[in-house]
């Protein structure tokens, strides 16, 4: 039986909608180019504040009159990959990083590049544009950060520990200040361009290596109930990096799948939803969690619901809780 409306216990699935664009009269020509047209700085307001729609569209009207425009282009790539499309991410970057000149201007296409890998499970990948964004600004924390993880992943922890030391240094300490001051005012204008591309760019947010990486699954077949899950899932120690979908979406029971050195993790995660059961995996693949949604959430929803109705007088209720 298809469900029209979802009803969880650990779920607030409230149901987002997008606003429909109100459709305005016939203009004349004069007036239609009169109307101004979305720049990137207009679109990545719009990015920063979460307004996704809006910065997609913005982001298109700037690549409809500039198709080479890079700021754009990373900008519609860092959405794609906030959406967990890493695929498409990835297809913007790799040309950007391929024809980027080779200094610190071009060190967060690397960064981006790399992370997006990272997020999608391609170590090796990550690994060499990582190196790469590193070499080309060496003092950049995140880079050291994003490094650091992806050495994580592919089991040179020793490796791992010095880069995510070094990251900490340059987050604590303003060395490019220091560099300033021993070599006079010549610094200004190389360290504006040092400096530029991490003011104006809009960049993937970064994961704390101390941060376990989760991944959610529908496994019961109710449209939206992962991303539901993802936006009350409140929790500093976990970060949502990708939804997806179990084929056949035939999970009886809620479980939660781990790699062996989060079993920590996993417990505490289980412990929020009830009967959720533990299961020990090789590789989540992109996360260090896996959160896979059965059918079992629905039905304590359906009870509740039933509660709900029933303190109401018989009255169907919908409701979510």
């Known amino acids: ?19 429909c664009a ?30 996704l729609q809006l910065a997609r569209e913005a982001y298109l009207n700037v690549l409809a009159r500039e198709p080479a425009d890079v700021n754009a282009r990373n900008g519609l790539a860092t959405l794609h990959a906030e959406q967990g499309e890493f695929d498409q991410a990835i297809a913007f970057w790799r040309p950007l990083t391929a024809g980027a000149a080779q200094g610190p201007d071009s060190a967060f296409l690397f960064r981006n590049l790399g992370y997006a890998y990272f997020l999608q499970g391609d170590y090796a990948s990550a690994l060499a544009a990582l190196e790469k964004a590193c070499v080309l600004d060496p003092l950049s924390h995140r880079a050291w950060q994003h490094l650091g ?21 340059l987050e604590s300490h303003d060395f490019k200040a220091d ?12 360290d504006s361009a040092v400096r530029a591309p991490e003011q104006a760019k809009v960049e993937l947010a970064p ?36 939804l997806s979908n179990q084929k056949g979406f035939d999970v009886l029971q809620t479980r939660v799948e781990y790699q062996g ?39 304590k929803g359906e009870k509740k619901a039933a509660r709900v109705g029933a303190a109401n007088g018989g009255k169907k209720v919908l409701t979510a809780s």
Do not use: W
């Not at 039986?1 to 606003?19: D, N, Q």
């Open 1 to 19: 039986m298809r469900h029209e409306f979802t009803l969880l216990s650990a779920v607030c699935a409230g149901t987002m909608l997008l606003a």
């Open 149 to 169: 993880q992806a050495l994580d992943k592919l089991g040179q922890g020793e490796r791992a520990q010095l880069m995510y030391r070094q990251a900490r240094t």
């Open 179 to 190: 560099y300033a001051a021993t070599q006079g005012s010549t610094i200004a204008a190389i």
């Open 207 to 242: 994961v704390l290596a101390e941060s376990a990486l989760l991944e959610i699954r529908n496994g019961n077949g109710v449209t939206g109930m992962a991303a539901a899950t993802a936006r009350t899932l409140k929790d500093p120690d976990l970060r949502v990096v990708r």
């Open 261 to 299: 050195a989060y079993r920590e993790a996993a417990e505490r995660l289980a412990q929020r939803f009830g009967d959720a059961t533990l299961r020990e995996v090789d590789n989540c693949k992109a996360a260090d969690l896996r959160l896979v949604i059965g059918h079992d959430l629905l039905r």
């Open 22 to 51: 109100n459709v305005a009269p016939r203009q004349s020509a004069a007036v239609a180019d009169a109307v101004p047209v979305a720049s990137y700085e207009q679109a990545r307001a719009h990015h920063l504040a979460g307004r």
